[in-house]
């Protein structure tokens, strides 16, 4: 009885999930497939996925160490020690590894030392973090996904972080005072609509850092952006994703 019981759980599960990935395609992504499934043992998902997410280097000083693994540091590493659980931010994804990428640049550049950052939706924290070790005097995480928060200060606390990052569930407006540089690895749609509450998030000269952007819709952002008075500095690419570093004037 019991199993049955899971069996149609499960397959009401499944029928969910295929719904709300069809309300993917409202984003405008590439076609989604056919929805799979298979019974599985719950310790074969809780764990398993750990033995696909390596030591990780992005750019020349950034290493993201997934808890479980050791990694013994370079003189010059800057060591992310990261569990992600369910929130996103991993460095697996193009996407992620472009804004840390962004966020080291900017750090050379000197625009993180003694900054204030924000990072809208900050998932695992790993941009946030990755912000703090390269200088940031303080970090405010806010994503709608309280697991994402959960996850955030978890991982501040592993990186001994916990006075210098906060998070919280929520969104933009932020509510605090303009920041000096702005994190934003969300989707193209999102930066689009969230475009004049970015800029009202940065101090005249505050540098944006936004990801996600999938190319056939980087010239939809990038219109958006210079529509609220943002202006482009810099764009790198990964695959089909780009990144934009973005000024507001001073």
Not at 204 to 214: E, M, Q, V
């Amino acid at each position: 009885m019991v199993a049955c019981v899971a069996l149609e759980a499960a397959r009401r599960a499944a029928a969910e999930a295929a719904t709300a990935l069809g309300h993917l395609q409202a984003f405008a992504l590439r076609p989604i497939g056919e929805l799979r499934t298979r019974i599985v043992a719950e310790a074969d998902w809780a764990d398993a996925w750990k033995a696909y997410f390596p030591v990780m280097r992005v750019g020349r000083r950034l290493v993201i160490r997934p808890t479980w693994r050791r990694h013994r540091a370079r003189p010059d590493d800057v060591v992310l020690a990261l569990d992600p659980g369910m929130a996103f931010g991993t460095g697996l994804h193009p996407t992620t590894r472009l804004c840390l990428a962004a966020v080291e640049a900017a750090a050379d550049h000197g625009e993180l030392a003694g900054a204030r950052v924000l990072d809208v939706g900050c998932g695992s924290g790993i941009l946030g973090i990755a912000a703090a070790r390269l200088g940031a005097a303080s970090v405010l995480g806010v994503d709608t996904d309280p697991i994402a928060v959960d996850a955030t200060l978890a991982n501040a606390r592993r990186n001994r972080l916990g006075r210098v990052i906060r998070a919280r569930a929520g969104s933009l407006p932020s509510g605090e005072p303009p920041h000096d540089v702005v994190l934003a690895n969300l989707i193209a749609s999102l930066l689009i609509t969230l475009a004049a509450p970015l800029h009202a998030e940065l101090r005249p000269g505050g540098l944006l850092l936004a990801s996600g952007i999938f190319m056939d819709r980087e010239a939809e952002v990038v219109t958006a952006f210079l529509a609220v008075g943002l202006d482009i500095e810099a764009r790198t690419v990964e695959g089909d994703w780009v990144a934009l570093a973005v000024r507001r004037p001073g």
